[in-house]
Every structure is written in structure tokens, then in C-alpha cells.
């Protein structure tokens, strides 16, 4: 790592960030792409963040999603520094206990993962819709690796956008975060809405690829986007580094960094 790179870090972990997008467990088909508590607690500390939103790896490839809700919050529920976000499957016909079984439980969020549970988009707007009334946020996971690496005997098939449009309209006003879109497919979303994305949706950042500059155009609309890294499965300073390096007004920075993830959550 060149030295310019290490000062953007350093500057980034100054800003006492928070990701919305970090997972336990163990990605199936990386053994590396692997976190347990402490391997997260670690990764707080060496880029500045004071919190992390996760999710159990568990309740996207296992047989059921309470188990790995469980292993979640028994293992990071009393640390304030993890966010638990419970994954719910629209297609379990336990899912609405689940997710009063989650709030009881102290979980901060909700978490779908139609391409991985193997439900249609649209199946998911009674999930969003009761995680309204209980006052709870929802991330979308469109994907979570990239279609171009993906191994190659994975059933997953990334969402349509026009499916994420109409679960968009269809569902309440309420947060909503869409993790894994790239530019280019935030662009195609926003023609659904001529150009009006709700503001109610947000997008995370760890797919939105490109040089170090890329990240100015984020000033554009600061309060749409917050910083998702996608550890362990991504590598996280990339967007670090996109961030730190962006010509953004320190206001600005802050809502990406921090302030909007913030306010999203009850």
C-alpha cells in the first residue's frame, strides 16, 4: 500500500464511520471471506467505525434464517457496537413470527435477500410492510458478489430493476436500503421514477466502482447513500479510499459516512 493510500485511510478512519453492510459467518464458496466477532471488532477498530450493521451469512445459504438470526444476536447482541439486522425469507410461512420473534429479540432491522432465498421481488412487500409497523428499516440485498466472479455452479439470479421498481411503488414509504447496485443500474432505477428516486430509498456503496474520483458525484444527492463496505465478502478500503479521496464538502461526507445510516435506524 503506497503512503498517499495509507494517509486516505487514516483520514477516513477519522470520520468515525458507519457500515451498513457487514456479515458473520462464512461466504460458502471463499473460506477466506470469513468473520466472526472478533475478526469484526478488529476490522471497527482499524478503519475508525463506530458501527457495524450485520447480518448472519447462515440465514442466506442454511436451511432456515432463525438459526442463523439467533447466532447473530447471541453472539453480537449485547456489543454496541454491531447493529443486528435479521434476515427474514418472504417465501417461509414462518416468517411473520420470525420477525416478531426478532424484535423481541433486540434486532435494530430487517434484512431480504430474494436472489438468495429464491423468492420472487414482489413477495416481498408484506416483509416490508409489517417491518414498517414495527418501526424497522429494510435492506435490500440485490447481491452481494459480483456476477462476473460469482462461482460458477451458484444458483443466484440478481434481481430485475423493474422488479425492484414495482416493490418500490408498491410498498410503504418507509427506509428502505438497496445494497449492490453500481452506477449505472442507480441511473436505470431513477428512469423508472422519471429521474425522481423516492426518497425514502437509499443505496450503499460498495459496487459502485470506478477511480478514487468517483465518489464526487455523490454530492449530487449526499443524503441517498450511506457507506456499505459488504465485509468480509468485499474488500472494504476500496470505498474507503473513494470516499476519502472525493472532493465532497465535509457535511456531505459526514450523511454518506454516518449521519443518514444513523437516522435510518429506530
Do not use: K
Amino acid at each position: 500500500m503506497t503512503a498517499r493510500s495509507r494517509a486516505l485511510l487514516a483520514s477516513f478512519a477519522a470520520l468515525g464511520a458507519v457500515d451498513t453492510t457487514c456479515h458473520l459467518g462464512t461466504w460458502p464458496s471463499r473460506l477466506a471471506a470469513s468473520a466472526d466477532p472478533d475478526r469484526l471488532r478488529a476490522y471497527a477498530a482499524r478503519h475508525g467505525l463506530r458501527a457495524l450493521w450485520v447480518g448472519h451469512l447462515a440465514s442466506l445459504f442454511g436451511f432456515d434464517t432463525r438459526s442463523g438470526n439467533e447466532a447473530l444476536i447471541d453472539a453480537c447482541g449485547a456489543d454496541p457496537l454491531f447493529v443486528p439486522f435479521a434476515v427474514l425469507d418472504a417465501g417461509s410461512p414462518t416468517w411473520a413470527a420470525e420477525l416478531d420473534g426478532a424484535v423481541a429479540a433486540g434486532f435494530r432491522g430487517i434484512r431480504v435477500a430474494p436472489a438468495h432465498h429464491g423468492t420472487p421481488v414482489g413477495a416481498l412487500v408484506p416483509v416490508l410492510q409489517a417491518a414498517q409497523e414495527h418501526g424497522l428499516p429494510v435492506q435490500l440485498l440485490v447481491r452481494l458478489d459480483d456476477a462476473r466472479v460469482r462461482h460458477p455452479r451458484s444458483p443466484v439470479t440478481d434481481p430485475e430493476l423493474h422488479h425492484i421498481a414495482d416493490l418500490i411503488r408498491a410498498a410503504p414509504v418507509a427506509p428502505l436500503v438497496l445494497s449492490g447496485l453500481n452506477r449505472g443500474e442507480e441511473r436505470e432505477l431513477r428512469r423508472h421514477f422519471g429521474d425522481d428516486l423516492p426518497a425514502h430509498v437509499h443505496l450503499d456503496l460498495w459496487h459502485v466502482n470506478g477511480p478514487t474520483f468517483v465518489a464526487d458525484a455523490l454530492a449530487e444527492e449526499p443524503g441517498r447513500w450511506v457507506f456499505g463496505s459488504g465485509f468480509p465478502i468485499q474488500t472494504p478500503e476500496a470505498t474507503m479510499l473513494q470516499l476519502a479521496a472525493a472532493a465532497l464538502p465535509p457535511e456531505d461526507l459526514r450523511r454518506i459516512t454516518s449521519g443518514t445510516a444513523t437516522s435510518l435506524l429506530p
